[in-house]
Antibody
Framework: QVQLVQSGPEVKKPGASVKVPCKAS????????ISWVRQAPGQGLEWMGW????????NCAPRFQGRVTLTTDTSTSTVSMELRSLTSDDTAVYYC????????????????WGQGTLVSVSS | NYVLTQPHSVSGSPGETATISCTRN????????VQWYQQRPGSSPTTVIY?????PSGVPNRFSGSIDRSSNSASLTISGLRTEDEADYYC???????????FGGGTKLTVL
């Protein structure tokens, strides 16, 4: 069973950046991806982007392009999401989620999720 | 990208059957697999159905998924409702072309 462990809560000021790591363990395949999904207080799930740990391919939702960077460190099985130019609208719980990656097209079944990282943005 | 629309809320009594719909507004619902996630308050989402109608190990067979081409929608059906089924449920799919992931807005299931 794949386990994803995220870092603890963050408090940031408007205009700052935040980098959230997600460490994967228990996986026996190298062809996997990590997606990032956020949830603002009382709101639904919002997809932000994904990265393939297999070949480093990335894809970001249009509203986050230019503001999000996804990186992977295969030596530690850690994927990180950096979000820049934070505003109060970015206050949310950020989740990472595991899926099997296929270069021909994945099905994006998020079979394991991290515990979430609360990012609070306030002056 | 297309949009997945879910009802805001659904309710049922213990022992009854509840069905949550997820309607795709363009393109065929059968073109891309649909997943369903359960999220209880304060917890991370978990998969209850993947690839339209597959149930992960550990998920009770009270949970089932289907797609209906005529209404262009997917459905999650929970039979024999229990109080522990009370949660938010999200459908999710993706775009074949740009590989974007799409979530429905979520449905709050109340077991009265």
């Amino acid at each position: 069973q794949v386990q994803l462990v995220q870092s603890g809560p963050e408090v940031k000021k408007p205009g700052a950046s935040v980098k959230v790591p997600c460490k994967a363990s228990g996986h026996t395949v190298s062809s996997y991806g990590i997606s990032w999904v956020r949830q603002a207080p009382g709101q639904g799930l919002e997809w932000m982007g994904w990265i393939s740990a297999y070949n480093g391919a990335t894809n970001c939702a249009p509203r986050f392009q230019g503001r999000v960077t996804l990186t992977t460190d295969t030596s530690t099985s850690t994927v990180s999401m950096e979000l820049r130019s934070l505003t109060s609208d970015d206050t949310a719980v950020y989740y990472c989620a595991f899926f099997f990656y296929y270069s021909s097209g994945s099905y994006y079944n998020f079979q394991s999720w991290g515990q979430g990282t609360l990012v609070s943005v306030s002056s | 990208n297309y949009v997945l629309t879910q009802p805001h809320s659904v309710s049922g009594s213990p022992g009854e059957t509840a069905t949550i719909s997820c309607t795709r507004n363009s393109g065929s619902i059968a073109s891309n697999y649909v997943q369903w996630y359960q999220q209880r308050p304060g917890s991370s989402p978990t998969t209850v159905i993947y690839e339209d109608n597959q149930r992960p190990s550990g998920v009770p067979n009270r949970f089932s998924g289907s797609i209906d081409r005529s209404s262009n929608s997917a459905s999650l059906t929970i039979s024999g409702l229990r109080t522990e089924d009370e949660a938010d449920y999200y459908c999710q799919s993706y775009e074949s072309g740009n590989q974007d992931v799409i979530f429905g807005g979520g449905t709050k299931l109340t077991v009265l």
